[in-house]
């Protein structure tokens, strides 16, 4: 049984579950997924990977790092002591990602710009060309950041026309757009086999 922390701080965590129920399904695997709301979530689930949801970053980092939840600087630690551990961050998740804004690294080695397209009317639906998962994928863009420059530790893993969408380092993924929005279970997928890899 795979345990999957998913993070509550805000964002479409119904969506993520569906995706990950069905992936585990296509996989002939089995998820529990854990909620996470705080530090004390996260060490008791200590999860095999974890989703970390789009939402709005600035709100997310103020309940994540406020007291009664201490969720981020505990995720951002257990991270960094386990390099392996599989991660999809989702739009305002991938903000976090490759800004934890603490005396720490970057978790996926890439720079950021918020809102990259412009405001909620900018939001978009296209299709993306998903190298790891070796084909076309249904993008699903909210008010999503754009990458403005990638780390040597980071690899493209998901183009808009020669837009950057997707970006890896190590089994972090960082992705601008929302696969749990689409009926596209692919990233989740994804997550899973890498998880199942890991743990093998
Ligand atoms: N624009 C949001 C931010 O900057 C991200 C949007 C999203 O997660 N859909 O945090």
Redesign the pocket.
């Given at each position: 049984m795979l345990r999957i922390g998913l993070v509550m701080l805000q964002?479409a965590r119904h969506a993520h579950m569906r995706a990950l129920n069905s992936a585990a399904d296509e996989l002939k695997t089995s998820v529990e997924i854990f909620e996470l709301h705080n530090n004390n979530d996260l060490i008791n689930a200590n999860p095999h990977a974890i989703i970390l949801?789009?939402?709005?970053?600035?709100t997310?980092r103020i309940i994540g790092n406020d007291n009664s939840s201490q969720l981020l600087p505990e995720l951002f630690r257990m991270l960094r002591r386990n390099s392996e551990l599989p991660v999809m961050g989702?739009?305002?998740?991938a903000?976090l990602l490759s800004d934890p804004q603490d005396e720490g690294g970057k978790i996926v080695d890439a720079s950021m710009e918020?809102?990259g397209y412009g405001s909620q009317s900018e939001s978009f639906q296209s299709i993306v060309d998903a190298e790891i998962i070796s084909r076309e994928f249904p993008g699903v863009f909210?008010?999503?950041?754009k990458f403005l420059s990638l780390g040597s530790d980071s690899v493209p893993i998901a183009l808009h026309g020669e837009e950057i969408v997707g970006v890896r380092t190590n089994n972090r993924i960082a992705l601008t757009f929302?696969p749990e929005l689409s009926d596209d279970n692919g990233f989740h997928k994804w997550l899973l086999s890498k998880t199942l890899e890991v743990n093998s």
């Open positions: 964002g949801p789009g939402g709005e970053s600035t997310m989702t739009c305002a998740g903000i918020r809102n909210i008010r999503a950041p929302h």
